[in-house]
């Protein structure tokens, strides 16, 4: 064990004079006893509960179970909350809100007298973060995550969070579902605590917290109510107590291999686009050397485990196939070496690895799709990039030419979406404007429009569409995203007009905008940016300050790796 004075909690625990009787004097009034000030290691249990997190609302019992592995290897922890983000509750968007939450943790963190800290999130943007929080402060830290929910049951099948949704509503605005049974079907999707239990962001986030080494084994799997999630959070206590002892900072484990490692499990999990901007906007915390272009890294990796959105199964059944040790064990030929929060290489996560459902998860040599992984696009219609994820989409639209019908935001597509005359075809590719970083803002989840009717009611079900949003993890379709620089910023986007030619090349990775030069340069003369929506507080912030996707959309002054020391004088 470390000196005990070392330790970056005796700043705050143990002195003897004025300070030190303060800090102990107003924590004692919880009952903690003396000998929790000893020089032990401080561990901060960063909460995200809440009820308005109804995906995080089991992370109060595991927090429990986390401190009793603390108080069980020697350590002191003390639980604190920060602004907990519920993705299906908040408005406008809960991405909007995610580096606030960094901010928070990593204010919180620095604040106080800790030596490291377990991080408890789940829905979509907590896990991103409170990553991204904690790694610009750099003490040991490690993910538990708060787990899927049970698979949706309804009328003898599964049906999966988000995923089933989409289909759903699709199918009652072709008149093939009654408002009926789709209210009927609400209740039985969410049948337990949890996060989504389909690949969506927080399973996707969840498992790449696993895969990058930042969380326990099993993490990203086990179900939410599962009895096994909640002893890997008592080992988790265990295990923080020992980083603490060991100094094993996140830098430490937060290396461009696993980066790399992160984009080829991605791949193989079928993982959500937000990865992109989570993935960038933690590397940015880092300053680890990992740009957009990095995610090509993921292109010709199969799409190995069989969960919607790409597939058919759910999270339990990828947990009950093996979960991401299987994944891991499959791809061990693929993976870099890369340190993880045991203090071992990732290899050691696959040891002893077994699959137990082959339809679940695939044999490397015989995967769902040969080659899944999420491309980046560029060209005249994305300068700075745009994504796609080839295994979510429709194979014949992957190549694919055809006019413009524009949207000039998210109200003009509301506005004439279901116009039963609006002039488009199976051909037309759909531009949605005005719903980037800055545009909406926060960088919705929008970019799966839907299928105008008059195409639905000739059975058409995906068209391409192109925008500067995102689109929810649990989504699917051929859908072009986190096309930079956005419309709102004067990215190319913004000069499309109805009509106008766009090509689409997965294979190339182009996305080009079929318009003459001279034209582009008329437009860009009447162009002028639209008033932004919100003007005070946080939003104004953000929209001063925001980066662009290709950027992970991180605000800018939190960019970069923080070199000071993570101290803060006592009062
Ligand atoms: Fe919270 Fe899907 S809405 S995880």
Redesign the pocket.
């Known amino acids: 064990m470390n000196d005990k004075k070392q330790r970056r909690s005796a700043a705050w625990y143990g002195k003897r004079d004025t300070d030190g009787f303060i800090h102990r004097s107003w924590m004692k009034n919880q009952g903690f006893p003396d000998h929790a000030f000893d020089g032990r290691p401080v561990i901060g249990v960063c909460n995200t509960w809440s009820e308005l997190?109804?995906?995080?609302s089991g992370l109060r019992d595991l927090a429990e179970c986390v401190k009793r592995g603390v108080w069980e290897a020697g350590g002191f922890p003390v639980e604190f909350p920060v602004t907990s983000l519920?993705?299906?509750q908040m408005r406008p968007t809960a991405m909007l809100f995610r580096n606030l939450l960094a901010m928070d943790v990593e204010e919180s963190v620095r604040a106080y007298g800790i030596d490291a800290v377990v991080l408890l999130g789940?829905?979509?943007k907590t896990t991103p973060g409170q990553l991204m929080g904690a790694a610009s402060v750099d003490l040991p830290a490690l993910v538990v995550s708060a787990g899927p929910m049970l698979n949706g049951k309804w009328r003898g099948k599964d049906i999966g969070?988000?995923t089933d949704v989409w289909k759903f509503s699709e199918a009652v605005r072709a008149g093939e579902m009654s408002p009926a049974e789709f209210f009927a079907a609400e209740s039985a999707m969410s049948r337990s605590r949890g996060?989504?239990m389909t690949m969506?962001?927080?399973?996707t986030m969840a498992s790449l917290s696993e895969a990058m080494g930042l969380a326990m084994p099993d993490n990203g799997a086990l179900p939410a109510v599962d009895a096994r999630r909640a002893a890997m959070a008592h080992r988790a206590g265990n295990r923080i107590v020992k980083m603490a002892e060991e100094g094993l900072v996140m830098s430490r484990v937060l290396t461009r291999e696993s980066f790399e490692n992160a984009v080829i499990v991605n791949a193989a999990i079928g993982g959500s686009t937000n990865a992109v901007v989570h993935l960038l906007a933690l590397a940015g915390r880092v300053g680890v050397n990992f740009a957009l272009d990095d995610f090509n890294l993921g292109a010709d990796v199969p799409l190995l485990v069989n969960c919607m959105p790409s597939g058919e199964y759910l999270m339990e059944d990828f947990c009950y196939a093996g979960g991401m040790s299987a994944v891991l064990a499959e791809l061990g030929h693929l993976l870099r070496p890369a340190k993880t929060i045991l203090g071992g290489d990732i290899s050691d996560y696959a040891d002893g690895a077994e699959c137990h459902n082959r339809d679940v998860i695939r044999p490397f040599d015989a995967p769902l799709k040969p080659a899944a992984g999420i491309r980046v696009l560029r060209g005249s219609l994305a300068p700075r990039g745009a994504v796609i994820k080839p295994s979510a989409a429709t194979d014949s639209l992957l190549e694919h030419q055809g006019p413009a019908f524009v949207f000039e935001n998210i109200e003009d597509l509301h506005a004439k979406i279901d116009n039963p005359d609006l002039p488009v075809t199976k051909d037309t590719v759909l531009v949605l404007k005005g719903c980037g970083p800055k545009g909406y803002p926060g960088m919705p989840e929008v970019g799966n429009m839907p299928i105008p009717r008059r195409l639905l009611a000739d059975g058409v079900r995906d068209v391409v569409r192109v925008s500067d949003a995102r689109m929810?993890?649990?989504a699917f379709g051929t859908v072009v995203l986190h096309v930079a620089p956005e419309a709102h910023d004067g990215g190319a986007l913004a000069l499309v007009e109805t009509g106008d030619e766009v090509r689409l090349s997965v294979k190339e990775g182009a996305l080009d905008l079929l318009v003459d030069d001279a034209e582009l340069a008329r437009r860009r003369e009447r162009w002028s940016p639209p008033a932004p929506r919100h003007e005070r507080g946080y939003a104004s912030l953000y929209i001063d300050r925001v980066l662009q996707a290709d950027k992970g959309a991180d605000l800018d002054f939190l960019a970069g790796k923080d070199t000071r020391t993570p101290e803060r004088e006592s009062h």
């Open positions: 997190t109804p995906c995080n519920g993705e299906t789940g829905c979509d969070s988000g996060v989504c969506g962001t927080a399973s929810s993890g649990t």
